[in-house]
T-cell receptor
Framework: DTGVSQNPRHKITKRGQNVTFRCDPISEHNRLYWYRQTLGQGPEFLTYFQNEAQLEKSRLLSDRFSAERPKGSFSTLEIQRTEQGDSAMYLC????????????FGEGSRLTVL | GEDVEQSLFLSVREGDSSVINCTYTDSSSTYLYWYKQEPGAGLQLLTYIFSNMDMKQDQRLTVLLNKKDKHLSLRIADTQTGDSAIYFCAEKYRANAGKSTFGDGTTLTVKP
């Protein structure tokens, strides 16, 4: 296994467009997380899945954001009607439920909204 | 709510020790983590400590936890230029909780 994989690595879009990011976790991990990171700040929790169930969503997560993990493997994060404030690095991480809580991060998908 | 605070920058000379500090507000935090982020790369776990421990040592890394003051530190002995990176402190109130709360990171610069 090569680790957590995210695509695309960089997306440039115009304000108002929809974008979708994909995350492929480490295969034996049943948990998958989405975080957002802006310059000079730490990762901010967005949501997480255990298998296919979305168990927690941040109160900060706008209705324009939706995440899915339909078969309990890969996940997608869609942002509708993008705004300039959505520009950030979107990080995906995975873990195994019965562990010490260590997160394995992908390299992130950078979104630039013009 | 949870909050994790770190100083933003630290600069040391190669061969010196580095100490990166972190404070957290949630007294129920039971697992505390240090992650490292190099330019263009994802975060990578360096080490962690449970709240029932005061200290943990792993090769050049020493983690100290003061639960009374809610203070966590990471000491890197014999700091090398390859240690230059951003270091994030993170907490969870239990190991299998979903959410981790991260600090804003400390940028460590190691000068030759």
């Amino acid at each position: 296994d090569t680790g957590v994989s995210q695509n695309p690595r960089h997306k440039i879009t115009k304000r108002g467009q929809n974008v979708t990011f994909r995350c492929d976790p480490i295969s034996e991990h049943n948990r998958l997380y989405w975080y957002r990171q802006t310059l000079g700040q730490g990762p901010e929790f967005l949501t997480y899945f255990q298998n296919e169930a979305q168990l927690e969503k941040s109160r900060l997560l706008s209705d324009r954001f939706s995440a899915e993990r339909p078969k309990g493997s890969f996940s997608t994060l869609e942002i509708q009607r993008t705004e300039q404030g959505d520009s950030a690095m979107y990080l995906c991480a995975s873990s195994f439920e019965d562990s010490t809580g260590e997160l394995f991060f992908g390299e992130g998908s950078r979104l630039t909204v013009l | 709510g949870e909050d994790v605070e770190q100083s933003l920058f630290l600069s040391v000379r190669e061969g010196d020790s580095s100490v990166i500090n972190c404070t957290y507000t949630d007294s129920s935090s039971t697992y505390l983590y240090w992650y490292k982020q190099e330019p263009g790369a994802g975060l990578q776990l360096l080490t962690y400590i449970f709240s029932n421990m005061d200290m943990k040592q792993d090769q050049r890394l020493t983690v100290l936890l003061n639960k009374k003051d809610k203070h966590l530190s990471l000491r890197i002995a014999d700091t090398q230029t390859g240690d230059s990176a951003i270091y994030f402190c993170a907490e969870k109130y239990r190991a299998n909780a979903g959410k981790s709360t991260f600090g804003d990171g400390t940028t460590l610069t190691v000068k030759p």
